[in-house]
């Protein structure tokens, strides 16, 4: 078991920013990759069609033998973790918007929440953000088309540039010190969001507190592994090499799910 892989899945690249900082804390594990790409993006489907693909994702995973698996997407995390937690016995670590440490960190009590309208609808979400509504105002704000110009190669463009100005313009009308990046296709757009934030605006982004919560659980279940870290991807549609090329990935499968 100890020797057995670690499932990650997202609904395309994105949960490669989750991947990354995986890869760096766990060198040794074996990781399987899926991208969901043939029914992304998430963001916009209903809770129950999110709920089917990360099971139907997830059993896939465990037939392959995984110990436990990372939802490596904010969306399927908020609308379908507890789904996946009840229906499967491996151990499964759910990436959330990170509003607690913003909040904590802000010294203007307010603070910026870009996340897909999946995870801003969702009853996870909006518990969070009211637990943290008394010490602090949350602006919410749903990102349009991103993570169709990450899917499609243009994080770095000026369309992004554009549409991250056209999106963040409400919040920035307000002071706010924190912007929580809740999707994770958003890392891949830090360069066109350092160009449009305020220098006393801090990122958030939670793909290393994710990391480490999946190093403790598995330090926890006694599944630590100290092997040769091989990392296979997968897509659930034809995989476009150029763009799977662009994120330092040469080998992507097709698979028919
Ligand atoms: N990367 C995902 C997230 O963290 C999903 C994006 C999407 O498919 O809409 O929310």
Same mark, same amino acid.
């Given at each position: 078991?100890?020797?057995?892989?670690? +499932?990650?899945?997202?609904?395309? $690249? *994105?949960? @490669?920013?989750?991947?990354?900082? %995986?890869?760096?804390? /766990?060198?040794?594990?074996?990781?399987?990759?899926?991208?969901?790409?043939?029914?992304?993006?998430?963001?916009?489907?209903?809770?129950?069609?999110?709920?089917?693909?990360?099971?139907?994702?997830?059993?896939?995973?465990?037939?392959?033998?995984?110990?436990?698996?990372?939802?490596?997407?904010?969306?399927?995390?908020?609308?379908?973790?507890?789904?996946?937690?009840?229906?499967?016995?491996?151990?499964?670590?759910?990436?959330?918007?990170?509003?607690?440490?913003?909040?904590? +960190?802000?010294?203007?009590?307010? $603070? *910026?929440? @870009?996340?897909?309208?999946?995870? %801003?609808?969702?009853? /996870?979400?909006?518990?969070?953000?009211?637990?943290?509504?008394?010490?602090?105002?949350?602006?919410?704000?749903?990102?349009?088309?991103?993570?169709?110009?990450?899917?499609?190669?243009?994080?770095?463009?000026?369309?992004?540039?554009?549409?991250?100005?056209?999106?963040?313009?409400?919040?920035?009308?307000?002071?706010?010190?924190?912007?929580?990046?809740?999707?994770?296709?958003?890392?891949?757009?830090?360069?066109?969001?350092?160009?449009?934030?305020?220098?006393?605006?801090?990122?958030?982004?939670?793909?290393?507190?994710?990391?480490?919560?999946?190093?403790?659980? %598995?330090?926890?279940?006694?599944?630590?592994?100290?092997?040769?870290?091989?990392?296979?991807?997968?897509?659930?549609?034809?995989?476009?090499?150029?763009?799977?090329?662009?994120?330092?990935?040469?080998?992507?499968?097709?698979?028919?799910?």
């Amino acid at each position: 078991m100890r020797n057995s892989p670690i +499932g990650v899945f997202d609904s395309g $690249v *994105g949960g @490669l920013s989750v991947f990354h900082a %995986l890869r760096e804390l /766990l060198p040794n594990e074996e990781i399987i990759y899926v991208a969901d790409q043939a029914f992304a993006p998430y963001g916009k489907r209903t809770k129950s069609e999110i709920q089917n693909r990360s099971e139907i994702i997830s059993e896939w995973l465990i037939a392959k033998g995984c110990k436990l698996i990372v939802v490596a997407c904010n969306t399927a995390t908020t609308n379908a973790i507890a789904h996946l937690r009840e229906s499967f016995s491996v151990p499964f670590v759910g990436i959330e918007p990170a509003i607690k440490p913003a909040a904590l +960190g802000s010294k203007t009590g307010v $603070v *910026g929440v @870009l996340a897909t309208e999946g995870t %801003l609808s969702s009853e /996870l979400f909006q518990t969070t953000a009211q637990d943290h509504a008394k010490d602090i105002d949350v602006i919410s704000q749903i990102g349009h088309g991103l993570v169709a110009l990450v899917e499609s190669g243009k994080a770095t463009s000026l369309e992004a540039e554009r549409q991250l100005q056209n999106d963040l313009a409400p919040m920035l009308e307000k002071p706010i010190d924190h912007l929580v990046l809740g999707c994770t296709h958003y890392p891949f757009l830090r360069q066109a969001l350092g160009r449009i934030l305020p220098k006393n605006v801090t990122i958030v982004d939670c793909s290393n507190a994710v990391a480490k919560q999946t190093h403790r659980l %598995l330090e926890q279940h006694q599944l630590l592994h100290n092997g040769r870290g091989d990392t296979t991807y997968f897509s659930t549609q034809y995989p476009d090499k150029k763009l799977w090329k662009l994120f330092g990935v040469d080998d992507v499968s097709q698979i028919d799910i």
